[in-house]
């Protein structure tokens, strides 16, 4: 398997804690959703591509790690266009993709223990009243950031396995592989996580 989504690197965002990442997380989150102002939201979005180049990750591999999700969005914004007006369009684009990329540049200056560890930490105080399980949780959350390269690479695999049987590279013929092929490496993680013991349930 591909290495996790974290690069090396000693920028502010490195030495930020991991809790700290998260809490900044959480409040762009919420401060994105509630501005309606392009005068603000063109600004965050720039302030977070700047962000998330200045973890040294190199313009061509943050494109590659992002374009897919960025994509979506560019969806979004255009059935925003359709249905709504422009300025609908580019507030939903500039909103999600600032929230992409600022997530994106988290994940690349964490890594998936450090991850790990601090959600078991913040839900240790839901796990006394019995509203989760801790461990559980921040496993799902390490698993989900560890398997997003490998999907990446599964979906490389497969288009460049259609161009050297010179077929076109088309969403339904690489997407069904892909989903297939991702839910049954989803059955030998789980299999092999109760073998192991790591649920209760």
Known sequence: M???LDIEGDSPLHRLPVRGKL???FVAAIGLFLVSDLRLLVPALALCAALYLSTGIGLGNALRRTR???FTVLILAGANYLFHSLH???????????????AAAVTATTGISAFMDEITRLLTPLERFGFVRAADVSLAVGLVIRFVPEIFARYQD????????GLPVRPLTT????????LKDADTIAMAIDARGFRRH
């Open 2 to 4: 591909l290495n996790g």
């Open 68 to 70: 897919l999700v960025l």
């Open 23 to 25: 809490v900044l997380l």
């Open 88 to 102: 609908e369009a580019v507030v939903v684009f500039c909103r999600l993709s600032a929230l992409v990329l600022l």
């Open 175 to 182: 997407l069904v592989p892909l989903i297939i092929l991702t």
């Open 158 to 165: 497969i288009a460049d396995a259609h161009r050297a049987r």
